[in-house]
């Protein structure tokens, strides 16, 4: 039997945060399981926004934040390459 390698699945999420002054406001973002997992732990309020995407917000965010960190080899798993 011939197992395939399953590609990384973003999904669209939203929940609620704390915002400005503490005034509540709505967050949306593609993520992967990880950060989707990571989300769900630290919001209650995080549910499905029924779409996907190609990559992950937060990993790309992360990237972009630090230019000069290289990922190890093969990639961190979370963006589709």
């Not at 395939?4 to 949306?28: H, M, N, S, Y």
């Not at 997992?37 to 917000?57: K, N, S, V």
């Not at 630090?66 to 190890?72: G, I, K, L, M, T």
Request: with cysteine; charged share 25%.
């Amino acid at each position: 039997m011939k197992q395939t390698k399953l590609q990384p699945q973003f999904v669209a999420i939203a929940w609620e945060d704390a915002g400005e002054k503490g005034i509540p406001v709505t967050v949306r973002a593609i993520l992967c399981l990880r950060h989707r997992r990571e989300i769900g732990l630290q919001h209650p309020t995080a549910r499905g926004w029924g779409q996907f995407g190609e990559g992950c917000d937060l990993c790309l965010r992360h990237e972009v934040a630090q230019p000069r960190v290289r990922a190890p080899i093969g990639g961190t798993g979370c963006r589709r390459r």
